[in-house]
C-alpha cells in the first residue's frame, strides 16, 4: 500500500506533456477549444472544471482513499455544497455541538430559512445522536476535534447509529487531515475540509473540499451545485494547495510534536484553569483520541481564569504569536474565540458550550519550540502582573 506522504507528493501529479515541467501547470484560462460540438478533451468551461483543480481533487481523494474529490472556492463553501446536495425544504440535519461558527450561522440564519432544520447535539454519544434522528433526518455531520474546545466526537458510534437509519455521516477533518485521521476508516461516507487550513498550509489561500467515499451518485449531485453556483476553486488557489499538500506530513508531525510539549507546559503554568489538547493524560477524552488519531495535531486551547482582561494583558505579552483567525499554517496563530470565530452564538450558548471570554485557541506552527515556550511564558507573566 502507497504510504500517505508519498500520495501527498505524487497523487494526481503529471510531468507537462508539451514541456516536461515537473509541476502540474496552473491552467489560467476560462474557456477551452473544442474540435466539433460537443467533442472536447474532458473541459468546456472552468466554471466546471479545471485541469489545475482536478490534478487537486485526485490528490486529495488518493489521501483520504475516496472515489472522488471536488474542490471548492472555501471551506464554508463546500459545506453549503454539501448542504445543497443532500437537503430539501422540510429535511433535517444532525451536527456535533462543538462545531465552527461559519457552520452554525451558516444552518440558523440560512437554510432556517428554507424549511431545513437543524439539531446540535453532543456526538460524543452516540445515544444523544440517535436520539436526535427523525424520520427526516438526511444527513448527519461531525467536526471531531471540535473548534474550538478539541471535543471529540465517537465518529464509529455516531457511524453505527446513523448507518442503522440508512443516513450518511459527513466528517469535517478539517483540524487533523487525512495524515492525522482517516475518515472513512472510521466509517464516515464524506470527508469535508477547509483546505484554508493544514493542507495548503502557508495562510496564502482560501479554499474547500469534499471527499466522497463511494457515492457516485452524491458526486454528480456535488458536482451540479458547485456548476450552478460558481463555486469551484480557482487554479492558483488550487496549485498553491497543491504545492502545499507536498509537505503536509512533515508539518503536521512537526506541529503535532510541538503542540505536545507546549500543552504540557502550559498546565503546569499559574492563571491557566484548563488545557484542552488531545494529547494530554489530562483529556477527557484521551481514550477516544487515542483510538481514532493518528496524529493529535497542531491545535489547542486553553482557559485563562481573568477572562477578558486577562486575555487583552496576555496579548501584550507576545512576540511570535499573532492575534488572527484561522488555523494550520506555518505562522503560529491564537484567536479569541468568543470575539471572533464564534462571535455569532449568544453567550449563553458558547457558555454552554465551553467557550468562555477567557478561552483562547492556539495554532501551533512551525516556529522552534523554545521561543515559543518563551513566547507563551512571557504572555503569562503579563497576565499575572510580572511583566
Same mark, same amino acid.
Not at 472555501?74 to 456535533?96: C, E, N, Q, W
Not at 498553491?240 to 503554568?269: N, Y
Not at 454552554?352 to 507563551?376: H, Q, Y
Given at each position: 500500500?502507497?504510504?500517505?506522504?508519498?500520495?501527498?507528493?505524487?497523487?494526481?501529479?503529471?510531468?507537462?506533456?508539451?514541456?516536461?515541467?515537473?509541476?502540474?501547470?496552473?491552467?489560467?484560462?476560462?474557456?477551452?477549444?473544442?474540435?466539433?460540438?460537443?467533442?472536447?478533451?474532458?473541459?468546456?468551461?472552468?466554471?466546471?472544471?479545471?485541469?489545475?483543480?482536478?490534478?487537486?481533487?485526485?490528490?486529495?481523494?488518493?489521501?483520504?482513499?475516496?472515489?472522488?474529490?471536488?474542490?471548492?472556492?472555501?471551506?464554508?463553501?463546500?459545506?453549503?455544497?454539501?448542504?445543497?446536495?443532500?437537503?430539501?425544504?422540510?429535511?433535517?440535519?444532525?451536527?456535533?455541538?462543538?462545531?465552527?461558527?461559519?457552520?452554525?450561522?451558516?444552518?440558523?440564519?440560512?437554510?432556517?430559512?428554507?424549511?431545513?432544520?437543524?439539531?446540535?447535539?453532543?456526538?460524543?454519544?452516540?445515544?444523544?445522536?440517535?436520539?436526535?434522528?427523525?424520520?427526516?433526518?438526511?444527513?448527519?455531520?461531525?467536526?471531531?476535534?471540535?473548534?474550538?474546545?478539541?471535543?471529540?466526537?465517537?465518529?464509529?458510534?455516531?457511524?453505527?447509529?446513523?448507518?442503522?437509519?440508512?443516513?450518511?455521516?459527513?466528517?469535517?477533518?478539517?483540524?487533523?487531515?487525512?495524515?492525522?485521521?482517516?475518515?472513512?476508516?472510521?466509517?464516515?461516507?464524506?470527508?469535508?475540509?477547509?483546505?484554508?487550513?493544514?493542507?495548503?498550509?502557508?495562510?496564502?489561500?482560501?479554499?474547500?473540499?469534499?471527499?466522497?467515499?463511494?457515492?457516485?451518485?452524491?458526486?454528480?449531485?456535488?458536482?451540479?451545485?458547485?456548476?450552478?453556483?460558481?463555486?469551484?476553486?480557482?487554479?492558483?488557489?488550487?496549485?498553491?494547495?497543491?504545492?502545499?499538500?507536498?509537505?503536509?506530513?512533515?508539518?503536521?508531525?512537526?506541529?503535532?510534536?510541538?503542540?505536545?510539549?507546549?500543552?504540557?507546559?502550559?498546565?503546569?503554568?499559574?492563571?491557566?484553569?484548563?488545557?484542552?489538547?488531545?494529547?494530554?493524560?489530562?483529556?477527557?477524552?484521551?481514550?477516544?483520541?487515542?483510538?481514532?488519531?493518528?496524529?493529535?495535531?497542531?491545535?489547542?486551547?486553553?482557559?485563562?481564569?481573568?477572562? =477578558? @482582561? &486577562?486575555?487583552? %494583558?496576555?496579548?501584550? *505579552?507576545?512576540?511570535?504569536?499573532? +492575534?488572527?483567525? $484561522?488555523? !494550520?499554517?506555518?505562522?503560529?496563530?491564537?484567536?479569541?474565540?468568543?470575539?471572533?470565530?464564534?462571535?455569532? =452564538? @449568544? &453567550?449563553?450558548? %458558547?457558555?454552554?458550550? *465551553?467557550?468562555?471570554?477567557?478561552? +483562547?485557541?492556539? $495554532?501551533? !506552527?512551525?516556529?522552534?519550540?523554545?521561543?515559543?515556550?518563551?513566547?507563551?511564558?512571557?504572555?503569562?507573566?503579563?497576565?499575572?502582573?510580572?511583566?
Amino acid at each position: 500500500m502507497t504510504g500517505l506522504q508519498t500520495l501527498a507528493v505524487h497523487a494526481g501529479r503529471r510531468a507537462d506533456g508539451d514541456t516536461g515541467a515537473i509541476l502540474t501547470p496552473i491552467h489560467q484560462v476560462s474557456t477551452y477549444a473544442q474540435e466539433q460540438p460537443d467533442v472536447h478533451k474532458g473541459y468546456t468551461y472552468s466554471r466546471a472544471a479545471n485541469p489545475t483543480v482536478a490534478a487537486l481533487e485526485q490528490r486529495l481523494a488518493a489521501l483520504e482513499g475516496g472515489q472522488g474529490a471536488l474542490a471548492f472556492a472555501s471551506g464554508i463553501g463546500a459545506i453549503d455544497a454539501l448542504f445543497r446536495a443532500t437537503l430539501s425544504a422540510g429535511d433535517h440535519v444532525v451536527v456535533s455541538d462543538v462545531v465552527y461558527g461559519g457552520t452554525v450561522r451558516l444552518l440558523r440564519q440560512v437554510y432556517a430559512r428554507y424549511g431545513v432544520a437543524a439539531d446540535f447535539v453532543d456526538a460524543s454519544r452516540p445515544e444523544a445522536v440517535a436520539a436526535a434522528l427523525r424520520p427526516t433526518t438526511k444527513l448527519v455531520l461531525l467536526e471531531s476535534p471540535g473548534n474550538p474546545t478539541l471535543k471529540l466526537a465517537d465518529i464509529g458510534g455516531v457511524c453505527e447509529v446513523a448507518h442503522d437509519r440508512g443516513i450518511p455521516v459527513a466528517l469535517d477533518n478539517t483540524f487533523l487531515t487525512p495524515l492525522g485521521q482517516r475518515s472513512f476508516d472510521l466509517g464516515a461516507d464524506i470527508a469535508v475540509h477547509s483546505t484554508t487550513k493544514y493542507l495548503e498550509g502557508h495562510n496564502a489561500t482560501i479554499g474547500g473540499a469534499i471527499v466522497v467515499e463511494d457515492d457516485a451518485k452524491l458526486l454528480e449531485a456535488l458536482s451540479l451545485v458547485r456548476k450552478s453556483t460558481g463555486a469551484i476553486a480557482a487554479p492558483f488557489e488550487a496549485w498553491l494547495t497543491l504545492r502545499g499538500t507536498k509537505t503536509l506530513g512533515v508539518r503536521l508531525e512537526a506541529v503535532s510534536r510541538t503542540a505536545q510539549g507546549l500543552a504540557a507546559q502550559l498546565e503546569q503554568a499559574s492563571g491557566i484553569a484548563h488545557v484542552h489538547y488531545p494529547g494530554l493524560g489530562s483529556f477527557p477524552q484521551r481514550g477516544l483520541a487515542t483510538k481514532q488519531h493518528k496524529l493529535h495535531g497542531g491545535i489547542l486551547a486553553f482557559e485563562l481564569e481573568g477572562g =477578558l @482582561p &486577562a486575555v487583552q %494583558r496576555f496579548v501584550q *505579552g507576545l512576540r511570535w504569536i499573532t +492575534l488572527a483567525e $484561522s488555523l !494550520g499554517a506555518t505562522e503560529t496563530l491564537f484567536t479569541h474565540p468568543a470575539t471572533m470565530t464564534h462571535a455569532a =452564538l @449568544p &453567550a449563553d450558548e %458558547r457558555r454552554a458550550l *465551553g467557550i468562555t471570554d477567557g478561552l +483562547l485557541r492556539l $495554532s501551533v !506552527g512551525l516556529e522552534d519550540e523554545a521561543d515559543l515556550r518563551a513566547d507563551l511564558q512571557a504572555a503569562v507573566e503579563r497576565v499575572e502582573g510580572k511583566a
